[in-house]
């Protein structure tokens, strides 16, 4: 472990070295196009003509504008309650409103803090690996102010925008919570999460989602100032529709690192930690699949045919998921669980979440067949081989069906396999040059920087807050349960 931990250490130490060069934004330079025919009278004449009226400013379509404010909603819905349920009913009763609690509060926080700076960090031009100052306290945002979409001339009200990123924010910190649940002092994961989201979150979804919109793609030279003054990853073309890198690897790894760093629960691998309530586990696998119907489907920016494909997508690669989670329990364990089957479908949401809006349906159903089988293996064999207590299988799932969406998004996105393929807004068509295994290498890399830079914020963080404030709860605490010894109430009435 020690060694693992060293590989982390010395291959972060370089990707946070890249980081701290921020790429210089270039003004793509005009030269006017001077015929040798042209004459002086003309040229004269040219010069005194009526400047050509200014084109009308594009105004936000109430239909794309409502249809964010309810994914906003449904992905809001993910977090408050869905994860929160999900993840309390694979706790012991004990610490189910400990789990509550992290999930409602780390919300509240992070949705403050994307106000106050996360916003202007993450999404204002700035470097190639961290935004400006431009927004913070939302600074200049107004009812008026709009964000581009993906298409030419297409916008939406900031707000929208800004809320929608928001809630992303806000659910991705929360998915850290499961790996080390039962067993962290609230104040030192409330202080963790602020560190993390300020100094892995925020670069990561600069580097993968920040670009100055299509409209500013008129021609290559400004295709090339445009596409320079995006995030690191976007300049290296790595697509994630939707948070395959930016929410699910991110936090899985910032999860699975602090599974080795606080340690094992108290009497892990020797008495049962069976999950108190199935039934509201379920109720919380049904309500973030609901949800991530605006995760996904959200995350086209307009209520456009991309948007019903992301949304088909999302229906489909999660029901592949559970048959074969389930299919490959019921042959490896004689029955087929509940748990599995809610595990199932988080495994497929998960895996298309970065393909979504790429993919053809046939592309998404198989992506959910395969992160069914890998994710299953993700939370028996790979967990073991791992030998960490993630506690709620935050890696196996999200980090596993993460990394193989991010990579299959690479294949299927071909449209020679019913994918999207790449659109060209300099042509304004997608490009007939899309190459599988090119892409693939792109994913990869996009995929082995965000677990390094993850891992080594998350291992530095962990590290400081062990020093300040002391990760775990004595084990007194631990033993009596987080509900009663850290918030002084029960779940449930005895």
């Known amino acids: 472990m020690t060694h693992w931990i060293k590989r982390l250490l010395a ?4 990707a946070l070295a890249l980081g ?15 015929k040798a025919t042209a004459t002086a009278p003309a040229a004269a004449t040219a010069a005194t003509a009526p400047a050509a009226p200014a084109a009308p400013a594009a105004v936000p379509n109430k239909g794309d504008t409502a249809w964010i404010m309810i994914c906003t909603a449904l992905v809001i819905l993910m977090t408050l309650p869905g994860l929160g349920l999900f993840y309390g009913g694979l706790v012991r009763s004990k610490n189910m409103l400990s789990v509550l609690m992290q999930c409602m509060v780390i919300f509240s926080l992070i949705a ?14 700035g470097g190639a690996f961290f935004g400006g100052f431009d927004r913070l306290f939302l600074a200049g945002l107004t009812p008026e102010s709009v964000g581009a979409t993906f298409s030419k001339g297409v916008v939406i009200p900031e707000y929208t925008f800004f809320s929608f990123q928001g809630a992303f924010a806000t659910i991705t910190c929360c998915l850290i919570i ?4 039962e067993r962290a002092k609230f104040a030192a994961v409330l202080a963790f999460i602020v560190l993390w989201f300020t100094f892995s979150y925020l670069p990561i979804a600069h580097m993968v989602w920040f670009w100055p919109g299509p409209d500013a793609f008129t021609d290559a030279a400004a295709a090339e100032a445009a596409t320079a003054a995006s995030g690191f990853l976007f300049q290296m073309g790595a697509l994630d529709f939707a948070g395959g890198t930016v929410v699910h690897i991110n936090a899985a790894v910032a999860g699975l690192v602090g599974a080795y760093v606080i340690g094992k629960r108290i009497g892990f691998g020797k008495e049962a930690m069976k999950p108190h309530s199935l039934t509201l586990t379920m109720v919380g696998a049904s309500l973030l699949w609901f949800g991530w119907f605006g995760f996904n489907a959200g995350s086209a920016l307009e209520a456009t045919g991309g948007a019903a494909l992301a949304f088909a997508n999302t229906f489909l690669a999660t029901s592949g998921a559970v048959l074969t989670w389930t299919l490959g329990e019921w042959l490896s364990k004689g029955k087929p669980s509940m748990l599995g089957a809610a595990s199932g479908a988080v495994a497929g949401l998960v895996a298309v979440t970065p393909a979504a809006g790429f993919v ?8 959910g067949l395969v992160a069914g089988l890998l994710c299953l293996w993700g939370v028996s064999g790979l967990k073991r081989m791992l030998g960490a207590d993630d506690s709620l299988d935050v890696f196996g799932v999200h980090g596993v069906g ?9 294949v299927f996105a071909s449209p020679d396999l019913g994918g999207t393929g790449i659109y060209d807004y300099v042509a304004n068509a997608v490009s007939a040059d899309y190459s599988i295994a090119g892409q693939v290498w792109t994913q990869l890399k996009a995929v082995l920087i965000t677990i390094v830079w993850s891992g080594v914020v998350s291992f530095i963080a962990y590290k400081l807050v062990d020093l300040v404030i002391g990760l ?12 009663i010894t850290s918030h002084g109430e029960t779940a449930y009435e005895v």
């Open 178 to 181: 499961g790996a080390f649940a």
């Open 112 to 125: 403050v803090l994307w106000a106050v700076y996360g916003y202007s960090i993450a999404f204002t031009e």
């Open 402 to 410: 993460g990394i193989l969406g991010a990579l299959l998004t690479g």
């Open 11 to 14: 291959a972060g130490a370089a």
């Open 20 to 34: 701290s060069f921020s790429l210089a934004v270039s003004t793509p330079a005009y030269a006017q196009d001077a």
């Open 360 to 367: 053809g349906p046939m592309g998404a159903i198989i992506i």
């Open 472 to 483: 775990r709860v004595p084990e007194e605490e631990e033993r009596e349960g987080l509900d």
